[in-house]
């Protein structure tokens, strides 16, 4: 396929006519395309970035965030502390840079939405949506990390987490015949893993979709309160607009959707409101041994008995580009440094936090604000101190948390649980990133405080649905891309019934 998949590049204004088109291609975006299209529906998925090909990925970290991110990796979200906000722009979306790590939507978060809004419990049955993950997770090969590949930080982590006594496990990813590469973040070179560039995208074509790379959606058309169709704007400079006589499916991501929404003038409910994430912190730790974080499955394991307190642990996989820039020191140190490179290991923790923040498009894309409360920097120092504990469980001789105003190197495992309890109270003393999103559009049966029903349809404009994790009513405390997957086809099976 070329870099524009079925798009007809060309001088002309592209016109096209389908019952359902589909914006983003990304997890909600390919899993609709794909249920849609075997629903036997004439799908047309619009993706603003370019179709890559597994052999077209490249090995070195920055090249991949220009290749495949969104503002190549610099997009930020505002507040006391500037936070990364990293998503994909490509076919595919981030799940061709995604980590391929895979949960279920844990029943505690499903009961909890369904406290808090009991049509939901109706709605969105949650054997329905055990039903897709069971099909979801067959079809992109869901299994737990091959210890045959893990490598050793992935081995180290299990090490670390069984001297602590905290519950861990290998962790399941949707790979087929990973050789451990450890390039999952620029993209598998080998197409080992079933992002869905190479798994739900191909599948929606052969049952009949089309697929236009290349095409960005700046507007939603609507006439007399129904969604008919989208405009927008070519890579190759020129217009396009197609008319959809079933239903707009916005599945752009939980950044862009609502900036799409706001930008259309559908500014109905609280749309761009709610966004909530799992802010990530990292910590590094020097082994005697050869560690070689780059080596072996991306993120094979994962440290999962803090999840009641809004902590989830899991071995990194960045390239040693990425991991030198996380050294600690600088001058000769550092490269003192660089030459150890292959002891360090970096694992990080995934903090579910309850901040709420806001998006808004702007000239540059799209703003986010957000700031961490009081509660969430309690569980960043919580996080980093296990981290600190299970490297050093694990072996480690010394660790770098990177928190501002402490010390750069740490050999004293006592340390981190003074730092948990003094620790910087400042958002701006740490770095971190945040890689999964929700809420902005979110679903419920009360129009004031919701964007979609119960049934991913919008509101206030008939004909529209939203499919991707603006919909979730809070974060999940676990990696969403599946939880994502699923009630994105629940989704295309509220459009197909229409
Ligand atoms: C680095 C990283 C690692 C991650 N690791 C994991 C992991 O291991 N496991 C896990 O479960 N989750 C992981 N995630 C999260 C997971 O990948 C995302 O939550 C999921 O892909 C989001 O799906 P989505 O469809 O909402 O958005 P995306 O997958 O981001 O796709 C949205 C697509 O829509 C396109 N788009 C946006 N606006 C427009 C427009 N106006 N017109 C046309 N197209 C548009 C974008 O270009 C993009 O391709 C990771 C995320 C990142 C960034
Ligand atoms: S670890 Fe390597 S081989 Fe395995 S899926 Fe990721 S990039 Fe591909």
Same mark, same amino acid.
């Given at each position: 396929?070329?870099?524009?998949?079925?798009?007809?590049?060309?001088?002309?204004?592209?016109?096209?006519?389908?019952?359902?088109?589909?914006?983003?291609?990304?997890?909600?975006?390919?899993?609709?395309?794909?249920?849609? #299209?075997?629903?036997?529906?004439?799908?047309?998925?619009?993706?603003?970035? *370019?179709?890559?090909?597994?052999?077209?990925?490249?090995?070195?970290?920055?090249?991949?965030?220009?290749?495949?991110?969104?503002?190549?990796?610099?997009?930020?979200?505002?507040?006391?502390?500037?936070?990364?906000?990293?998503?994909?722009?490509?076919?595919?979306? +981030?799940?061709?840079?995604?980590?391929?790590?895979?949960?279920?939507?844990?029943?505690?978060?499903?009961?909890?939405?369904?406290?808090?809004?009991?049509?939901?419990?109706?709605?969105?049955?949650?054997?329905?949506?055990?039903?897709?993950?069971?099909?979801?997770?067959?079809?992109?090969?869901?299994?737990?990390?091959?210890?045959?590949?893990?490598?050793?930080?992935?081995?180290?982590?299990?090490?670390?987490?069984?001297?602590?006594?905290?519950?861990?496990?290998?962790?399941?990813?949707?790979?087929?015949?990973?050789?451990?590469?450890?390039?999952?973040?620029?993209?598998?070179?080998?197409?080992?893993?079933?992002?869905?560039?190479? +798994?739900?995208?191909?599948?929606?074509?052969? !049952?009949?979709?089309?697929?236009?790379?290349?095409?960005?959606?700046?507007?939603?058309?609507?006439?007399?309160?129904?969604?008919?169709?989208?405009?927008?704007?070519? !890579?190759?400079?020129?217009?396009?607009?197609?008319?959809?006589?079933?239903?707009?499916?916005?599945?752009? +991501?939980?950044?862009?959707?609502?900036?799409?929404?706001?930008?259309?003038?559908?500014?109905?409910?609280?749309?761009?409101?709610?966004?909530?994430?799992?802010?990530?912190?990292?910590?590094?730790?020097?082994?005697?041994?050869?560690?070689?974080?780059?080596?072996?499955?991306?993120?094979?394991?994962?440290?999962?008995?803090?999840?009641?307190?809004?902590?989830?642990?899991?071995?990194?996989?960045?390239?040693?580009?990425?991991?030198?820039?996380?050294?600690?020191?600088?001058?000769?140190?550092?490269?003192?440094?660089?030459?150890?490179?292959?002891?360090?290991?970096?694992?990080?923790?995934?903090?579910?936090?309850? #901040?709420?923040?806001?998006?808004? *498009?702007?000239?540059?894309?799209?703003?986010?604000?957000?700031?961490?409360?009081?509660?969430?920097?309690?569980?960043?120092?919580?996080?980093?101190?296990?981290?600190?504990?299970?490297?050093?469980?694990?072996? !480690?001789?010394?660790?770098?948390?990177?928190?501002?105003?402490?010390?750069?190197?740490? !050999?004293?495992?006592?340390?981190?649980?003074?730092?948990?309890?003094?620790?910087?109270?400042?958002?701006?003393?740490?770095?971190?990133?945040?890689?999964?999103?929700?809420?902005?559009?979110?679903?419920? +049966?009360?129009?004031?405080?919701?964007?979609?029903? *119960?049934?991913?349809?919008?509101?206030?404009?008939?004909?529209?649905?939203?499919?991707?994790?603006?919909?979730?009513?809070?974060?999940?405390?676990?990696?969403?891309?599946?939880?994502?997957?699923?009630?994105?086809?629940?989704?295309?099976?509220?459009?197909?019934?229409?």
């Amino acid at each position: 396929m070329s870099a524009f998949g079925d798009a007809p590049v060309g001088d002309r204004a592209i016109r096209e006519h389908v019952e359902v088109v589909i914006v983003g291609s990304g997890a909600a975006g390919a899993a609709a395309g794909r249920a849609l #299209a075997r629903a036997g529906a004439r799908v047309l998925v619009l993706e603003e970035g *370019p179709q890559v090909a597994p052999e077209g990925f490249v090995a070195d970290s920055f090249g991949a965030m220009a290749q495949l991110y969104r503002d190549a990796g610099a997009a930020v979200a505002r507040g006391p502390l500037l936070i990364p906000i990293i998503q994909g722009r490509c076919v595919g979306g +981030s799940t061709v840079f995604n980590g391929a790590i895979c949960w279920r939507l844990p029943r505690d978060v499903w009961e909890r939405w369904c406290a808090a809004d009991p049509a939901l419990a109706e709605a969105l049955p949650f054997d329905a949506i055990e039903r897709a993950l069971d099909e979801i997770e067959r079809d992109l090969g869901v299994a737990p990390t091959d210890p045959a590949i893990a490598g050793r930080k992935n081995d180290l982590m299990a090490r670390g987490a069984a001297a602590l006594g905290l519950e861990g496990r290998p962790i399941r990813r949707n790979v087929r015949g990973c050789e451990g590469l450890g390039r999952c973040l620029q993209g598998c070179p080998r197409g080992h893993k079933r992002s869905m560039d190479a +798994s739900f995208l191909p599948e929606a074509r052969a !049952a009949g979709a089309r697929l236009f790379a290349g095409c960005r959606v700046d507007r939603v058309l609507t006439r007399a309160g129904r969604a008919v169709g989208v405009r927008g704007v070519t !890579a190759w400079g020129g217009r396009f607009e197609v008319e959809a006589t079933r239903a707009v499916v916005l599945a752009a +991501s939980a950044v862009q959707t609502p900036s799409l929404l706001r930008r259309s003038d559908i500014l109905h409910g609280p749309v761009g409101d709610g966004f909530c994430a799992h802010p990530g912190v990292s910590v590094g730790g020097r082994f005697d041994e050869p560690v070689r974080m780059w080596e072996g499955a991306t993120q094979g394991y994962e440290v999962i008995g803090l999840r009641g307190e809004g902590l989830k642990f899991e071995a990194l996989g960045f390239g040693a580009e990425i991991l030198a820039m996380r050294l600690p020191g600088v001058g000769a140190e550092l490269a003192r440094g660089v030459a150890t490179l292959e002891q360090w290991a970096e694992w990080g923790a995934a903090v579910r936090a309850e #901040a709420r923040g806001t998006v808004r *498009p702007s000239r540059a894309g799209s703003t986010v604000r957000y700031a961490l409360g009081d509660g969430d920097l309690a569980k960043v120092r919580r996080g980093v101190r296990v981290l600190g504990e299970l490297l050093f469980a694990a072996g !480690a001789r010394e660790v770098s948390i990177g928190v501002h105003g402490w010390p750069e190197r740490i !050999a004293d495992p006592s340390a981190l649980a003074r730092f948990e309890a003094d620790g910087p109270r400042d958002a701006r003393a740490y770095a971190m990133a945040v890689t999964h999103m929700f809420g902005t559009c979110r679903m419920g +049966s009360d129009p004031r405080t919701s964007v979609v029903r *119960p049934d991913f349809r919008h509101h206030a404009v008939d004909a529209l649905f939203v499919a991707d994790s603006s919909v979730f009513p809070s974060n999940t405390g676990v990696n969403p891309q599946n939880a994502i997957l699923a009630l994105a086809t629940l989704c295309a099976g509220r459009v197909a019934a229409r």
